[in-house]
């Protein structure tokens, strides 16, 4: 049974690696270096925690908390995607 729930465990964990890596490899600008980023070794994944943490810490100083992630930013992306898919 324990090995069942592990199996099952393993088999969604992957599913939600591959649901994240292709919105990684779909979105422009984001970096590929994350794909994957599961497979890094343990001092790898600390150096982009570091880089990340640090972004959050520039974005703290920021007024306001719509500027770098607008309802028109997020708009203009989903537009973006129905023209390149043509719909």
Known sequence: MVFLI???QNKESLSLHLKLN???AAIEGASNRLINVEELSEEEVKILHQHY???VELS????DLTQSHSIEDAQERHEAKL???GE
């Open 83 to 85: 023209a390149a898919t």
């Open 53 to 55: 943490a640090k972004l």
């Open 60 to 63: 703290k100083s920021e007024k």
């Open 6 to 8: 592990q199996r099952a």
């Open 22 to 24: 292709e919105l990684v």
